[in-house]
């Protein structure tokens, strides 16, 4: 298995996760190792029955527990290294959490053979020796115009979990040029389903792509497919403009008129000075 896939097999792990599936199983071996590190619950078990018990604990503990990556490293061949984010609130305390954590996959032969989970990602560079990812962290800011790029290579290939794990799980998209707009990663997903659907093929080309500051994007260009059963092409204008927040997105709103979301973006910008 290469690196390249080892990462595709990790993120595939998490897109749903950060909808709030925690039921997917089958990327892990059947004797997998999970070791919580820190948190309310540390200890260590085997198989995947005490792994799902681990999450049934977590789970069970929490109001609204959420997932979020910042980033995944690959450490080397065998492993992975997820830096996360949880949040939640602690149903018996009323508490709410919020910490930066991390996960580091060890992969064979396409399946994870252990994991260890930690609520406390310093912690859990310096068990591995990998402190200086602290610093490269700290000193990397996304690229908002490289991850709109990214964005839409998944859309064009049609990869629904990708586009959406571009947005944060409260991300609000609106689309009144669709005729409504849309609250959270489920809805978001939805909509990008149900706009690819009538299409047997399907392209979004780019002709303008800004970063304005103050985390705000334009986005425009051409959306061209050709529908289900017809050999007719059918195409029309678009644009984005998009508000982000730590390599995130906050808020998507389409338009059909380039100069009115030029507009809009710019004055975005200056307002979030």
Known sequence: MTDSSNLDLVRSIYAPMERGDFSRADWAHPEIECVMVGGPEPGSGSGLAAMATGWGEVLGAWED???EVDDYREVDDERVLALIRFSGRGKTSGLEIATRGAALFQLHDGK???????????????DHGLE??????????????ELV???FEAGNRRDIEAVVSSFA????????????????????SGVFEDLLAPYEEFELLIEENRNLGNGVTLTGGVARGRLVGSSAHVQRRYAFVTTWA???????????????ARAAAERLAEERE
């Open 112 to 126: 994870v053979d252990r994991i260890v989970h930690y609520w406390d990602r310093d912690r859990a560079l310096a």
């Open 246 to 260: 730590e390599g995130v997105i906050e808020r998507l709103k389409m338009y059909t008129d380039i100069d009115e």
């Open 149 to 151: 790029r990214k964005q």
């Open 65 to 67: 527990f959420r997932v």
């Open 132 to 145: 200086g990812l602290a610093m490269s962290e700290e000193s990397t800011t996304p690229d908002p115009v």
């Open 169 to 188: 799980v409260d991300a609000v998209f609106d689309g009144r040029a669709l005729g409504d707009h849309f609250e959270g990663r489920a809805a978001i």
